[in-house]
């Protein structure tokens, strides 16, 4: 078998990517951010998720149905983390004194209303995060389904919620060609899908209008480290501090602002033997200079006024 | 290598124990050599039959995304440490980075960093190409690169780690004088080509951080562990009168993932560590390869 003589032809390549999304850039040569306080932004997002129990959507959100139907198991270990352990974490954040961003299910705000009014009452940011578990985005749902899911996910977080969100984040962080189109018709201001960058970029503006991403590290998730990795909570906290520590000697050193994301999973790690971790974790970046502690929207502000 | 065949026939079999001994340049006993990994994924690449580019179809945004994040972040970050500890790299080069990125591969260039050929593309495989093909990419490797920074490559790791039968005969009729595709030693060793010559300098797969993190999960401070571990081992080993002289570790590194924040500051310590052991001949691997060869 052989393959096919334009497997070895190359038309994208020049410089510059192989796409047209976003332009090439170097963070160590662009002109320094500063941030209100600090040299670290500590941007702290929750993911609030519901799960229906038969899946559904172009892929498996990760998190999903597991067992044959009905899976009781994991329908109701995913919905813990919206009964108790999103609980666990306002009371954390209220403890630290600190304000996170919630990537929020459509489905979440109008099947939890208590939750979501607690999330706006403490001073958080609600970011869309599609209609709920099943609202899964690739380039085999095609742009019409895609237009209708986002839409249909904007209008009812809106209604839920009374307020219009700002920023945007794709289950699993995956899009199709036509999802930054979207997200710019629908008045969005950022999304956090693409983990290329430690800081704020814009997408191509005579494309996207302006439309920023602002990057919420993968790597540094709780999903990431605990329920991949299989690390200990304890191992999670002392990556959240190597990270910290390593950004605030960078930041000194070149000059600039860094941003630490935090991405946290309440039926991850707000449960009882893990929720201790993050509560010391807070505790000692709340206490250093170096924290900024702030939502999307306020980290997206503040560069946004400095470009 | 001798196709169809249950033994692909790459070398003879060399017991550890009792090879003839000898010491790399300045009486050391470990060649130590780092390989970051300066690649070009492409978001939507050509079908393979045998291999899937991507988890999701195009774009991936994680997996893109991802790799993309060296060549605006983390390359920089990685390459510092390395400067400031003395470990020049070796690179296993995805050469269209030199059309798509020229600003890193001029970075590690100023460093004076040494390039082999990774290939065009870490999302073209190389299963089935025809000799054609396959030649196409290496003069293409070659020419590239000489264009870019100026050096003759002297070295291959296939694209994606994918091969064909013909691949290692190919690059030693080129000229080319080591390979990083076999993992059977801790030494430089010499593979059977049916011409020229080649060597096998060992790139240490098992502390490659990919599969650090994503094969054994280690935390970013397990990994510089494992690496002081490793170094401990092969230069004791190095050192015994008894044992089989010289031995080499390879760093592999992927700037996405040891460049994260979390990771970077542990493996600053390791490098640290290795550089004020004073046991370690601290080289590219080009320098290894030739050392081997007027010592063997």
């Given amino acids: ?307 | 290598m001798r196709e169809g065949e249950a033994d692909p026939g790459l070398y003879d079999y060399l017991p550890y124990r009792g090879r003839k001994r000898f010491k790399w340049p300045g009486g050391k006993s470990v060649a130590v050599w780092v390989a970051p990994n300066l690649e070009y994924y492409e978001i939507d690449p050509p079908p393979h039959p045998k291999r899937k580019p991507w988890p999701h179809p195009a774009p991936s945004v994680v997996g893109y995304s991802h790799r993309d994040h060296s060549n605006r972040v983390s390359h920089w970050r990685m390459a510092e440490v390395m400067t400031r500890h003395g470990f020049p790299g070796s690179v296993s080069l995805s050469v269209a980075l030199c059309q798509h990125h020229p600003g890193v591969v001029a970075d590690a260039n100023a460093r004076g960093w040494e390039f082999f050929s990774h290939g065009i593309y870490n999302t073209r495989y190389s299963y089935d190409m025809s000799e054609a093909q396959e030649r196409a990419i290496i003069e293409d490797s070659i020419r590239t690169v000489e264009d870019a920074t100026g050096q003759r490559i002297r070295g291959w790791l296939a694209p994606a780690l994918t091969h064909t039968p013909r691949t290692l005969d190919l690059i030693a009729e080129y000229g080319l004088d080591y390979t990083c595709d076999l993992y059977h030693d801790d030494q430089v060793q010499e593979v059977k080509v049916a011409n020229g010559q080649l060597a096998s300098i060992p790139y240490s797969l098992e502390v490659n951080d990919h599969y650090g993190f994503f094969v054994y999960n280690m935390s970013g401070r397990e990994y510089a562990e494992t690496l002081v571990r490793q170094f401990e081992r092969l230069a004791d080993e190095g050192a015994r009168e008894d044992g089989p002289g010289g031995t080499v570790m390879c760093i592999p590194l992927h700037a996405y993932l040891i460049g994260q924040p979390h990771r970077i500051g542990p493996f600053e310590e390791a490098l640290d560590h290795i550089a004020k052991d004073g046991r370690a001949w601290i080289a590219k691997a080009g320098e290894i390869v030739d050392a081997w060869r007027a010592g063997a």
């Fill in chain 1, 1 to 307: 078998m052989t393959l096919p003589a334009d497997y070895s032809q190359y038309p994208h390549r020049r410089e510059g990517y192989d796409h047209d999304l976003y332009v090439w850039s170097n963070m160590h040569e662009r002109a320094p951010v500063s941030w209100p306080k600090g040299s670290v932004a500590v941007w702290l997002t929750v993911s609030l998720e519901w799960f229906p129990i038969q899946p559904g959507g172009p892929f498996k959100a990760p998190g999903h149905m597991v067992t044959p139907y009905p899976d009781y198991r994991h329908y109701t270990s995913r919905d813990y983390g919206n009964r108790v352990g999103a609980w666990r974490f306002l009371d954390a954040f209220e403890k630290a004194g600190v304000k996170a961003s919630f990537a929020t299910n459509a489905a979440i705000a109008e099947r939890y209303p208590e939750l979501v009014e607690a999330v706006q009452a403490g001073g958080h940011e609600i970011i869309a995060h599609s209609t709920d578990m099943n609202g899964t985005i690739d380039a085999t749902l095609g742009e019409d389904a895609e237009r209708a899911l986002i839409g249909d996910a904007m209008t009812r977080l809106k209604k839920a919620s009374g307020a219009r969100p700002a920023g945007w984040l794709s289950i699993a962080r995956q899009q199709s060609f036509h999802t930054l189109d979207i997200l710019r018709d629908e008045g969005l201001t950022y999304c956090c899908d693409w983990v290329n960058d430690e800081l704020p970029y814009r997408f191509k503006t005579e494309r996207f209008g302006g439309l920023i991403n602002l990057p919420l590290n993968h790597e540094l998730s709780d999903r990431q480290i605990i329920t991949v990795q299989q690390q200990s909570a304890d191992s999670w906290a002392q990556s959240m501090r190597d990270a910290f520590d390593w950004l605030a000697a960078e930041a000194a050193r070149e000059g600039g602002g860094r941003m630490l994301p935090i991405h946290l999973t309440p039926y991850i790690m707000g449960l009882p033997y893990r929720i201790g971790a993050l509560e010391c974790l807070l505790a000692d970046l709340a206490g250093r200079d170096e924290a900024w502690f702030a939502t999307g929207s306020d980290i997206v502000r503040i560069w946004e006024a400095q470009q």
